[in-house]
């Protein structure tokens, strides 16, 4: 079982979990963005590149059942894969919370950087006064779902904690 | 020394991906790659279809209960309201009985459409928004069901949004209450035109265009006018909402109006797809 055959089925996982699990799961009118979480739980297992490919990939299919231009979250994930990756390899020796903390300040901010690109291309509609209640659910569920997305891509890209920049136990 | 000459690899990368990015959305901009992108967006829909369709059959009284936690006492008092009001609804439902039997006959006299005579297609609603920003929702039923882009979408009490998107077997409806949204509504009782917008889930509609001097009460009913709201166009006369607040401010050119929808678009299981496209 080498990585290319487990990604696949965990990117089909995030996908049902994205648009079928947590829409149901609602606070204040807000579901959790599972796409977005598995791009910044990637790119702290495994780095600035693989961070940014997942980001693409995870943003086209979450982009197949938007009506925003497609391409609009492929574009913002894997800005924020990269950034995230190249975050967690200066960060070493690092404590349970600090994933945790990264997780929801990567959410918030690329939730942000979704709205702005999309305010670019003419999707003024994305920004609302629903906008604050989005960022802070959002980033409460990515904090939250991390830890289990983290083991769940270290199982998946076969990356032992010994060699990931974090310790997370 | 090897950590920046990854990170340098890694930059190739993200240019590569970002400019792959733009590609895809200023193509899907323009509409050139429109056919293409659709065909991979449709694919995408249909083929993960019956796998939603499982997590949603097991994870919607999950879902359920878990509103349903907070809001149990409300949906007992709900419960009683309701059953007083379907007493009242079901005597006006007599009375209306032959108001449109008599609408029919006369629009007929004259070789004119009406709304209530088009073809219905009943579809069931299989996924809540999936986006935090857009209020569409889903239905099990697509173009083999003959689903059109642009037919409206309605539920026995009024108005729901219309279909933006359509794959073989699922097709995407904007509600009413999206942002984007615009219909073009005329007020029942005194035939005043405007544009209601949606504001986002839950909220009221926003109505603009309406004239400083129109007779709008709080109450009145907003039905479609059949004029182009925006970009959306909707058959006339399909009711939309009531009237929740009419105000005139002095020296504005037009009225504050809200109006709240009449279907309860947060929580929808079917829906009707009138066939028409205007």
Redesign the interface.
């Known amino acids: 079982m080498t990585p290319a055959v487990r990604v696949p089925p965990v990117l089909?996982l995030a996908?049902?979990l994205?648009?079928?699990?947590f829409?149901?799961?609602?606070l204040f009118?807000?579901?959790a963005?599972v796409m977005l979480l598995l791009t910044v739980a990637t790119a702290i297992v495994g780095?600035?590149?693989r961070g940014?490919?997942m980001?693409?990939a995870a943003?086209?299919?979450a982009?197949?059942?938007?009506?925003?231009?497609?391409?609009?979250s492929?574009?913002t994930y894997?800005?924020v894969g990269?950034f995230v990756?190249?975050f967690q390899?200066r960060v070493l020796h690092a404590v349970w919370w600090i994933p945790v903390l990264t997780a929801a300040a990567a959410t918030a901010a690329g939730?942000v950087l979704?709205?702005g690109l999309?305010a670019v291309?003419g999707?003024d509609?994305?920004v609302?006064?629903?906008l604050p209640a989005?960022l802070g659910v959002?980033a409460l569920w990515s904090a939250v779902l991390v830890t289990l997305m983290v083991r769940l891509l270290r199982w998946a890209m076969m990356v032992d904690s010994a060699r990931a920049g974090l310790v997370l136990r | 020394m090897a950590l920046s000459r990854r990170n340098g690899r890694s930059r190739v990368t993200l240019l590569f991906l970002i400019l792959t990015s733009i590609t895809v959305l200023t193509l899907d901009f323009r509409g050139e790659g429109a056919g293409v992108i659709d065909r991979v967006r449709h694919t995408a829909t249909d083929a993960i279809a019956p796998v939603r369709d499982a997590a949603d059959s097991v994870f919607s009284p999950v879902g359920s209960a878990f509103s349903g936690i907070t809001g149990y006492d409300h949906l007992k008092d709900e419960n009683a309201k309701l059953k007083s009001r379907i007493a009242d609804l079901q005597g006006a439902q007599t009375q209306n009985e032959d108001a449109v039997r008599e609408l029919r006959e006369l629009l007929a006299l004259d070789h004119l459409d009406w709304v209530g005579n088009a073809k219905q297609v009943a579809a069931r609603v299989v996924s809540a928004p999936v986006s935090n920003f857009e209020q569409t929702i889903e239905l099990d039923k697509g173009s083999h069901d003959g689903i059109k882009v642009d037919m409206p979408v309605v539920t026995g009490a009024g108005l729901v949004g219309r279909v933006v998107d359509v794959s073989g077997s699922r097709s995407t409806v904007r509600l009413i209450t999206d942002p984007s949204a615009s219909v073009g509504v005329r007020m029942a009782r005194s035939s005043a035109t405007g544009i209601a917008t949606g504001d986002g889930a839950g909220r009221r509609l926003t109505v603009g265009f309406i004239d400083v001097n129109a007779d709008v009460r709080v109450g009145d009913l907003a039905v479609t006018s059949g004029l182009s709201g925006g970009s959306d166009i909707y058959p006339a006369s399909i009711p939309v909402g009531r009237v929740t607040r009419a105000d005139r401010q002095p020296g504005e050119l037009q009225q504050r109006v809200e109006v709240k929808p009449l279907a309860d678009v947060a929580h929808l299981r079917f829906v009707k797809v009138l066939q028409v496209t205007p």
């Open positions: 089909l996908v049902v994205h648009t079928a699990v829409p149901q799961l609602r009118g807000v579901a963005d780095g600035p590149e940014a490919l980001g693409f943003g086209l299919l982009d197949c059942f938007l009506q925003t231009p497609f391409g609009l492929a574009l894997c800005m990269w990756g190249v390899t939730t979704f709205v999309g291309v999707q509609q994305l609302s006064s629903h989005i959002t």
